[in-house]
């Protein structure tokens, strides 16, 4: 047997410290090996093999951090290292193996079917291994043991049949752990896993109200994801529960599954004191409302927030989440006196504005319903003459554009071509999403003009687009944006895909290239585009990132940042388990880069998203930093770094609303709020940041 996995088992087993045959330097320090592996991690780099050492032998610390590390660096090679760490006889070792093996189940390049296979068998094992150790002690591992529970949830991320069987099994345990079983069988739904075997007896019993908040969470989270019909009357009573995020998700989960007959009772929750409550009522009324046909009591009910306005000009900007929410789902045509009515209200409401922030948010709500009316239509019209004169004709064009590119009305975007020369980078961006979205062929040359223009995103969006358009007229252009990929990487996506649209198997060559690129999402963009080119699965290779890559320098422990707003300030927590990603924010925040920039995503109960200085969702510091995963859960009030593949965070965050699992081990965490969370709440798109200041 001449595995890895041999090796370092015979290393575990025998209790043994290498000899000088392996280095013939002398053992580093604890000190020493936790810097070096700090260093490695971020180089991307398994060091020779050291790093896969120092995860299973050495001291507590260093076998800690290593696995962490490994979580980080995502590489399927080092299955084997954590295959013997879920069987160490030391509890913070093997959770620490637990979190690496659920993080790599989560990998941005997928595990192969006998990688998950292999890691399923491990953390099968390893779940029985340790309930067996506790004699079947239920509280023992409640207290106890954060391994047990680590491997509970990288059993959810997995979410292989055997993995969601083991959950199913679990939903009988006490109530923390049923719960904990509960949120992982609901995040394994939510990557796709069937849980079509989930007993909903059990589920049930743990929305009792009797059962801890954390417990009944957990029971709606697997509700809402559950997707059966069965589901409906659980769902229906849990609308009532004592927690709001209960109450939330089980109103989001009656959007899938719900019935006309359930419009009355979610429409009370439009009253419901806490925003995020009202705003996933407003979001699952719409969904309802979709599926109307005749009379529609969720549109009735959608007409009761017109009194909200009146709170939003009274400054109670949280009130607009609800509308924000509405606007975001759409109506169909049925609801558009739905949709009248409501900006009529924020128009009455407007003259008792108590600031020009609150003018502010009423015009951008009303801009936000009127794109909502245009893409029932298919077509540029009430944004053209929404805001009152507030909303800058730029954000109103970019917002319509984008909602038109959602719209099912036929016939294509025609009159979205025009706005491909509009001077501002946003706007042609939210018209190439329109005309990829519903092509027209007047728009190809305009297109093909944008693949030769100065604004590198856009250049690369039309890329893209010209993919759609099928205009083989546009490959010069898209074959000179790929060579500029190795030194541009954030154009690879969009890219890659007008390659392989319009080259085919030519294009092959140029993505294999890039196989071997620094960068691990233009690998990955690579592998992927080749797998769909080829018919036969690719995987990039492992490759270290470049000593002259951007590292920033750590965040001195302690470090909180002060996000000041015309809204009130927001006090974060960094946590030092992510210093780069944090001293990265601190460096940013130091220069000023924060000042004036606005949150141009803001998604009620989910998250409020900024930090683009494009104001388009595009926009960065010109350098990307590696993910830093941390142990830190997607609770309320968390900050994360904003992503579009592994290793491309640079300046963008976002904080959550409310408790967030899937994102858990795929973005980085890396701070709470500990004031001002309030402030969060109130957040809707186009509030500024003031300046982001450093303390101490």
């Known amino acids: 047997?001449?595995?890895?996995?041999?090796?370092?088992?015979?290393?575990?087993?025998?209790?043994?410290?290498?000899?000088?045959?392996?280095?013939?330097?002398?053992?580093?320090?604890?000190?020493?090996?936790?810097?070096?592996?700090?260093?490695?991690?971020?180089?991307?780099?398994?060091?020779?093999?050291?790093?896969?050492?120092?995860?299973?032998?050495?001291?507590?610390?260093?076998?800690?951090?290593?696995?962490?590390?490994?979580?980080?660096?995502?590489?399927?090679?080092t299955l084997d290292a954590v295959e013997v760490g879920l069987k160490d006889g030391e509890p913070s070792v093997k959770q620490a193996a637990a979190?690496?093996?659920?993080?790599?189940?989560?990998?941005?390049e997928p595990l192969t079917p006998e990688e998950k296979s292999r890691l399923a068998r491990a953390l099968l094992a390893s779940e029985y291994r340790t309930r067996q150790e506790a004699g079947g002690d239920d509280r023992a591992l409640e207290v106890d043991s954060g391994a047990y529970l680590t491997l509970i949830d990288s059993l959810g991320k997995l979410g292989t049949p055997d993995a969601v069987a083991r959950l199913v099994e679990r939903l009988s345990l006490g109530p923390v752990l049923a719960g904990r079983a509960a949120l992982a069988l609901g995040v394994a739904g939510r990557r796709g896993a069937s849980l079509a075997e989930v007993?909903?007896?059990?589920?049930?019993?743990?929305?009792?109200?009797?059962?801890?908040?954390?417990?009944?969470?957990?029971?709606?989270?697997?509700?809402?994801?559950?997707?059966?019909?069965?589901?409906?009357?659980?769902?229906?009573?849990?609308?009532?529960?004592?927690?709001?995020?209960?109450?939330?998700?089980?109103?989001?989960?009656?959007?899938?599954?719900?019935?006309?007959?359930?419009?009355?009772?979610?429409?009370?929750?439009?009253?419901?004191?806490?925003?995020?409550?009202?705003?996933?009522?407003?979001?699952t009324l719409a969904k309802l409302a979709a599926r109307c046909s005749g009379d529609c009591t969720a549109l009735d009910a959608l007409a009761g927030l017109a009194p909200g306005a009146g709170r939003v000009a009274r400054g109670d900007s949280a009130a607009g989440h609800a509308w924000l929410a509405l606007a975001q789902q759409g109506l169909p045509e049925a609801g558009r006196r739905v949709?009248?009515?409501?900006?009529?209200?924020?128009?009455?409401?407007?003259?008792?504005?108590?600031?020009?922030?609150?003018?502010?948010?009423?015009?951008?709500?009303?801009?936000?319903?009127?794109?909502?009316?245009?893409?029932?239509?298919?077509?540029?019209?009430?944004?053209?003459?929404?805001?009152?004169?507030?909303?800058?004709?730029?954000?109103?064009?970019?917002?319509?554009?984008?909602?038109?590119?959602?719209?099912?009305?036929?016939p294509g975007a025609g009159e979205a071509v025009r706005y491909l020369k509009h001077a501002e980078a946003r706007v042609r961006l939210a018209a190439l999403a329109a005309v990829a979205a519903r092509p027209?062929?007047?728009?190809?040359?305009?297109?093909?003009?944008?693949?030769?223009?100065?604004?590198?995103?856009?250049?690369?969006?039309?890329?893209?687009?010209?993919?759609?358009?099928?205009?083989?007229?546009?490959?010069?252009?898209?074959?000179?944006?790929?060579?500029?990929?190795?030194?541009?990487?954030?154009?690879?996506?969009?890219?890659?895909?007008?390659?392989?649209?319009?080259?085919?198997?030519?294009?092959?060559?140029?993505?294999?290239?890039?196989?071997?690129h620094p960068h691990a999402n233009v690998r990955r963009v690579a592998a992927e585009a080749l797998t769909r080119l080829t018919g036969q699965p690719v995987r990039a290779p492992f490759v270290e990132v470049s000593e002259e890559a951007h590292r920033p320098e750590p965040a001195p422990a302690g470090t909180s940042l002060i996000f000041r707003t015309h809204k009130g300030d927001i006090t974060v927590a960094l946590d030092a388990e992510a210093p780069l990603t944090s001293g990265n924010l601190v460096a940013l925040a130091r220069q000023g880069y924060f000042r004036g920039l606005a949150f141009h995503r803001v998604v009620p109960d989910f998250v409020a998203q900024g930090g683009d200085p494009r104001g388009d969702g595009e926009g960065g510091p010109g350098?990307?930093?590696?993910?830093?995963?941390?142990?830190?859960?997607?609770?309320?009030?968390?900050?994360?770094?904003?992503?579009?593949?592994?290793?491309?965070?640079?300046?963008?965050?976002?904080?959550?609303?409310?408790?967030?699992?899937?994102?858990?081990?795929?973005?980085?965490?890396?701070?709470?709020?500990?004031?001002?969370?309030?402030?969060?709440?109130?957040?809707?798109?186009?509030d500024t940041l003031i300046d982001v200041e450093v303390s101490p």
């Open 1 to 77: 047997m001449n595995s890895l996995y041999a090796s370092l088992a015979a290393w575990l087993l025998a209790g043994a410290v290498l000899s000088g045959c392996v280095h013939s330097s002398p053992s580093p320090t604890e000190e020493e090996s936790l810097a070096e592996i700090a260093r490695w991690e971020d180089r991307r780099s398994l060091a020779d093999g050291r790093l896969v050492e120092r995860a299973v032998r050495g001291s507590t610390p260093v076998r800690i951090r290593a696995f962490l590390a490994l979580a980080r660096l995502q590489a399927p090679s």
């Open 199 to 283: 007993p909903l007896a059990w589920v049930e019993g743990l929305l009792q109200a009797g059962q801890p908040e954390a417990t009944r969470y957990g029971g709606a989270y697997l509700l809402a994801n559950l997707k059966r019909s069965d589901a409906l009357g659980p769902l229906r009573a849990c609308l009532g529960d004592g927690a709001p995020d209960v109450r939330a998700v089980c109103a989001k989960g009656l959007g899938d599954v719900g019935a006309s007959e359930d419009a009355a009772v979610v429409g009370t929750l439009l009253a419901d004191e806490v925003p995020r409550v009202a705003a996933e009522a407003a979001r």
């Open 99 to 108: 979190f690496a093996a659920g993080v790599l189940a989560l990998s941005w």
């Open 440 to 516: 027209v062929p007047e728009a190809a040359g305009p297109v093909r003009e944008l693949l030769a223009g100065e604004d590198a995103v856009v250049a690369a969006s039309a890329a893209g687009t010209a993919a759609e358009l099928k205009d083989m007229q546009a490959l010069p252009g898209v074959r000179a944006l790929a060579e500029r990929v190795p030194r541009e990487p954030d154009l690879a996506e969009p890219v890659a895909a007008g390659l392989v649209a319009l080259a085919g198997r030519d294009a092959e060559e140029v993505l294999r290239g890039w196989l071997g």
């Open 339 to 410: 949709l009248v009515s409501l900006r009529r209200a924020l128009q009455e409401a407007a003259p008792g504005v108590v600031s020009e922030g609150a003018a502010g948010d009423l015009m951008n709500l009303d801009c936000r319903l009127a794109a909502a009316m245009d893409r029932q239509h298919g077509r540029l019209d009430e944004v053209l003459r929404c805001g009152g004169g507030r909303v800058a004709e730029a954000s109103r064009l970019a917002l319509g554009l984008r909602e038109v590119a959602q719209s099912g009305a036929a």
């Open 623 to 686: 350098y990307s930093i590696r993910c830093e995963i941390t142990h830190r859960r997607y609770a309320r009030g968390v900050i994360g770094m904003a992503l579009s593949g592994k290793d491309t965070g640079g300046s963008q965050f976002f904080f959550t609303h409310s408790p967030q699992p899937h994102l858990d081990g795929r973005y980085t965490a890396f701070g709470e709020v500990t004031r001002g969370l309030e402030v969060v709440d109130q957040l809707l798109e186009g």
